[in-house]
Every structure is written in structure tokens, then in C-alpha cells.
């Protein structure tokens, strides 16, 4: 029983050490990173070429909202302009459709006239043609009795 309170007495130790370890490791990894960005920072702010290019960065960014803000007018004048071209072009496609709507009607009654003028005389020959099958059915039965 006493081995194994020494063993993991050990191991807990081991563990401590090692996590000991571990964090003072990475405080002197943030240690240095600190102040290298420390040191980047005085340096950046003490330059005269860093100064210049904060500035000029500074003018592009102002330049870039008034560009912006310019399309954004631009493009709301142009949806005011699509909005009326829609109102026109859609008028133009009501017009053109209830044209082609009449002529479609008038082809459907044209080719219903034509189907008519067909149709009733070749009902009549066929009307014809059945009444003269009918009676000559009756003369050849009469005939046969």
C-alpha cells in the first residue's frame, strides 16, 4: 500500500512539475511577443515614412466613402429609371400581347371556318352515301326473300 501511495505521489508530482512548466513556458512566449509588438509600435509611431503612409491610407479611406456614397446615388437614380422603363416596356408587352391574343383568335376562327366548309359537304356525301347503303340494303333484302 505505501508503493502505491509513493507511485502516485510521484506521478502527481510529475504532473505538477510538467504543467509548471508549461505555463512558464508560455508566459515567456507572450513575454517576448509583448514586447516585440511593443517595440513595433514605438518604432511605427516614431517614423516619419509610417506617419506618411498612416495618412495617405487615411485619405484613400475618405476617398473610398465618397466614391461609395456617390455609386449609391447613382445606383438609386438608376433603379428611379428601371422602375419607369418597366412601367413602359411592361405597357409595350400588354400591347403586344393583346395583339398577338386577337390575331390567335382570328386564326382559330379562320381555321374553323375552313374546318366547317370541309367538314359539311363531306358530311353530306357521307350522310348521302349512308342513306343510298340504306336503301339499297333494303331493295337486296327484299329482293333475296
Do not use: C
Request: net charge neutral.
Amino acid at each position: 500500500m505505501e508503493i502505491r501511495l509513493v507511485i502516485f505521489l510521484a506521478f502527481t508530482s510529475v504532473a505538477v512539475f510538467a504543467n509548471t512548466l508549461l505555463i512558464w513556458f508560455a508566459y515567456k512566449r507572450f513575454a517576448t511577443a509583448a514586447s516585440v509588438v511593443t517595440e513595433t509600435l514605438m518604432g511605427f509611431e516614431t517614423s516619419d515614412a509610417a506617419r506618411t503612409w498612416l495618412r495617405s491610407m487615411q485619405a484613400a479611406a475618405e476617398d473610398a466613402v465618397n466614391v461609395t456614397e456617390i455609386a449609391k446615388h447613382k445606383m438609386a437614380d438608376g433603379e428611379t429609371y428601371f422602375a419607369h422603363a418597366k412601367e413602359r416596356y411592361g405597357l409595350a408587352l400588354v400591347k403586344v400581347d393583346s395583339q398577338l391574343e386577337k390575331i390567335g383568335d382570328q386564326l382559330s376562327a379562320g381555321a374553323q371556318k375552313m374546318k366547317d366548309s370541309v367538314a359539311k359537304p363531306a358530311s353530306s356525301i357521307v350522310s348521302f352515301t349512308a342513306g343510298v347503303s340504306q336503301i339499297l340494303k333494303i331493295f337486296t333484302s327484299k329482293t333475296g326473300e
